[in-house]
């Protein structure tokens, strides 16, 4: 075959009508948004968890709530949609919904709580405060099936999440107000642990990705080449 036939558009076909091949587009790659996601969780936890363990003053609870608007709540929030652009659904739910959390947690804080409807009936806040947590430690308790498929590292943060939510409602329901269960405390110094354990998954994260290998292990359980 010559040269002539290979540059030659098919029969019937002008030079200006003969088909294209569109170069292939590269497709930028997206940064892994988890430790980010978990530094913005860990600190608005432990913020929050020394108030309900009794290190500190109960009166100084408000002072999470710059955190859990800007980085518990929107950084986590943005942190769950790039999950979805990554399409991993694990992350993207996770992320999201904590992210929520911290936004409804700021929310009721500053507004909800001061209305008159509720200040009316000031001793059973605590019995809607217990519901709001029980709808959490629910959602927490089965996201914790789902992440024992992710890491050792991941699955010890929701698990130790699900038994804080379990402790702080429990101490909800329980507590008179201002809150004194033991519960709550309880619930507090989980909060703690699991403050260290998100951390620990999100330094995990950004040195291993920073240095290209593994330098602080986190006990993947997803085979090679599935989602974290």
Known sequence: ????????PTA???????PVTAEPTAVAATADPAPLGLAAFAMTTMVLSVVNAGILNAALAPTVLALALFYGG???LLAGMWEFRRGNTFGATAFSSF???WLSYWFLATFILSTPAL?????????????????????????????FRVSGAVAAVFVLLTLTFVALCIGAFSAIIPPTSSWTKIGGWL????????????????????????????WPMAPAGKAR
């Open 99 to 101: 992210g929520a959390f």
């Open 1 to 8: 075959m010559s040269d002539t036939n290979i540059t030659t």
């Open 12 to 18: 019937g076909m002008t030079a200006a009508t003969a």
């Open 191 to 218: 909060g703690l642990a699991t403050a260290l354990a998100a951390w620990y998954a999100s330094f995990a994260g950004v040195t291993n990705e920073t240095f290209k290998r593994t330098v602080v292990p986190t």
């Open 119 to 147: 200040v009316a009936v000031a001793a059973q806040i605590h019995q809607g405060i217990g519901l709001y947590l029980l709808g959490w430690a629910i959602f927490t308790g089965y996201m914790t099936v789902a992440s």
């Open 74 to 76: 929107i950084t986590q």
